[in-house]
């Protein structure tokens, strides 16, 4: 098998909501159907879903990487829709915080150390 690409499908209770949360972190989004939108930043992409369950949603992460940790601080933490956000940390491989979404989603916000 050679992958070329993959998108993650994120669970939404409230499938607008999720959408302006999206949006508000940097994402453009089209939509493909009423139950499906897909987001772009650069070269990366997810499909919002209109489809919520509670467990998976708790337990769903992503990992975004981007090249300015503290710019991506400032732009999320202004999000209207977030419902929790930790400040920035230094790990040993790089830069974090943690974004927490309407449904719960975690989204680790990380900048590698080159």
């Not at 601080?73 to 929790?84: A, D, R, V």
């Amino acid at each position: 098998m050679n992958v070329i690409d993959i998108k993650s499908f994120v669970p939404s209770k409230d499938y607008e909501i999720s959408r302006s949360f999206y949006s508000e972190i940097g994402f453009s989004g089209e939509r493909v159907s009423d139950d499906l939108t897909l987001f772009e930043n650069g070269d990366c992409l997810l499909f919002l879903q209109r489809f919520y369950n509670e467990e998976l949603a708790k337990n769903f992460m992503l990992q975004i990487c981007v090249a300015d940790i503290h710019a991506a601080f400032e732009l999320c933490s202004h999000s209207k829709y977030k419902t929790k956000i930790t400040p920035v940390q230094q790990e040993s491989w790089g830069k974090v915080f943690y974004l927490w979404g309407p449904v719960g989603e975690l989204l680790h916000i990380t900048q590698l150390d080159t």
